[in-house]
């Protein structure tokens, strides 16, 4: 789409401006989905809810019910704890960043058969780029 765009836009954040600060909480479920590689859009998805009422929990002090504190605990792959900050550090991804992760999801989601195929195409390819390091 912007493929022709100054360098010094293609660092620039998409969406309209908040008017308004966030939430300490809403900050952490910000940070942690941005860590997790997710728009408040593909977040939204995952809980079944819309991007608004994401938005919303970032901007707004919201009290959110445990099961729906449970699942976006999940959904950014960080405790209930760090949201609620009795942790003060955003926990270290386990697994592979944001893009690979949702992809690796995905993947999982397939027959085994079909799984197997994808790794058959990767590992040559890896194994060539990882002896070139």
Do not use: C
């Amino acid at each position: 789409m912007f493929e022709n765009a100054p360098d010094y836009l293609s660092g620039m954040k998409t969406g309209r401006p908040a008017r308004q600060e966030r939430t300490p909480f809403g900050e952490r479920v910000a940070q942690a989905r941005e860590l997790a590689g997710l728009t408040q859009a593909q977040l939204a998805e995952k809980l079944d809810t819309t991007q608004r009422v994401i938005a919303y929990w970032e901007r707004e002090p919201v009290a959110l019910r445990a099961e729906q504190l449970a699942a976006l605990a999940e959904a950014l792959y960080v405790s209930a704890d760090y949201l609620l900050g009795r942790e003060d550090k955003l926990p270290t991804a386990k697994g592979p960043p944001g893009r690979l992760r949702q992809l690796f999801e995905q993947l999982h989601q397939l027959p085994r058969s079909q799984q197997n195929k994808i790794v058959a195409i990767l590992q040559p390819f890896v194994r060539e780029h990882s002896e070139l390091s």
